[in-house]
């Protein structure tokens, strides 16, 4: 049995001040994922500072921006009546993951550093460069059906599994972090890093950094958004890929502005730049759309198991940004 200690902070600099105070202490949010990890022997904090009530309003600003607390529920974000106005595709990418139950107690700052649920990483009899660096990896040659495509190593080719940070990807968030140097920013997109040989370093967090909130620009075209979610079950399963994207398209058919981010395809959310870029100013065509895909996807590699991501993603993307032309302001 770990024995560990349970604290409740008061307020955020007593909770850094914790978690300075011991190397394997790890702030809590609703528990929904480091609990089961120490459940499972993988962490084994010494002590837990419970974050989940210190954040939990979610604010509008003059200029539209939105301010999460890192402390709000899942379920309350996605309900809430702000964000499914103005920010469908976020309450859309909340509601395909987990469950009700899970969403109602995950937070998210939580969401946002859930880690990989590759059964590797949870299988203390396999290695796994992400548990012990330098170890090796036995997805590279074992079930690899739900790993990564793009921006994977030798050393790792697990994926990032939270929905919701896709459409935070897309939809140009920033995380706000308080740490012992005080506050900073970063965009959701640079929070979480590509493995690399150090699969086992999964953000750009500093020691003992907290996410306090989370905040998204407003968007003239948020409403014309769509959170797809490809699956083995219809509910309660993991991303094979997801794409959260945003349209714009002027009365001639141009592509006036699009957001695109894709889940299940690498070790962090992905937002997709070059197809953006090649879509911006063109006709809204199918063929369009296509050719950016495989821009977007060029560099994509395949395992054995998981080949047909590949081509499952550029379809996936085809289809939605055709949905969403035909849609109006
Ligand atoms: C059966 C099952 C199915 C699931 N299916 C899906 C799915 O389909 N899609 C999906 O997206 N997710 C899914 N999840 C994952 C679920 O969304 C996460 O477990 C949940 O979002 C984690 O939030 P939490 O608040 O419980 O985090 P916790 O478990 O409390 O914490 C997770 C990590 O974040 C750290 N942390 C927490 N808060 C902060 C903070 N404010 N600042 C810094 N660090 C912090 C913790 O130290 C820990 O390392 C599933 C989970 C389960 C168990």
Request: proline share 3%.
């Amino acid at each position: 049995m770990n024995i560990f200690s349970f604290h409740q902070a008061s307020d955020v600099a007593s909770a850094i001040a914790l978690k300075h105070s011991s190397p394997s202490t790890r702030y809590l949010g609703g528990g929904t994922n480091l609990v089961d990890l120490m459940r499972e022997t993988i962490e084994h904090p010494d002590t837990l500072v419970d974050v989940s009530h210190l954040s939990s309003t979610i604010e509008q600003g003059p200029d539209g921006r939105l301010s999460i607390g890192a402390g709000v529920k899942n379920t309350a974000l996605a309900a809430n009546d702000i964000v499914r106005a103005q920010f469908p595709l976020l309450s859309r990418a909340i509601l395909a993951g987990a469950s009700a139950q899970i969403r109602n107690v995950a937070t998210v700052g939580g969401n946002i550093l859930q880690r990989t649920r590759c059964r590797y990483f949870y299988d203390n009899a396999a290695r796994c460069n992400k548990r012990e660096s330098g170890a090796g990896c036995d997805a590279l040659e074992g079930f690899n059906r739900y790993h990564a495509i793009l921006g994977a190593s030798q050393s790792c080719v697990a994926t990032h599994p939270s929905d919701m940070c896709v459409a935070l990807a897309a939809l140009d968030a920033e995380v706000v972090l308080d740490g012992p140097e005080g506050q900073r920013r970063m965009a959701l997109r640079d929070l979480h890093r590509l493995p690399g040989d150090r699969p086992d370093i999964e953000t750009e967090l500093k020691p003992n950094e907290l996410i306090t909130s989370v905040e998204i620009p407003s968007h003239s075209f948020g409403q014309r958004a769509v959170y797809r979610k490809v699956r083995d079950r219809a509910s309660y399963a993991f991303a094979l890929v997801s794409v959260a994207a945003m349209l714009d398209v002027d009365e001639a058919g141009t592509v006036r502005d699009v957001r695109v981010a894709l889940g299940g395809v690498a070790h962090k959310p992905w937002r997709a730049l070059t197809l953006e870029g090649r879509l911006k100013g063109e006709k809204a065509t199918a063929e369009n759309f296509r050719a950016a895909a495989e821009a977007e996807l060029a560099d994509a590699v395949g395992l054995r198991d998981n080949m047909f991501k590949i081509e499952l993603v550029k379809r996936t993307i085809v289809a939605v940004l055709e949905e969403l032309k035909g849609e109006k302001a």
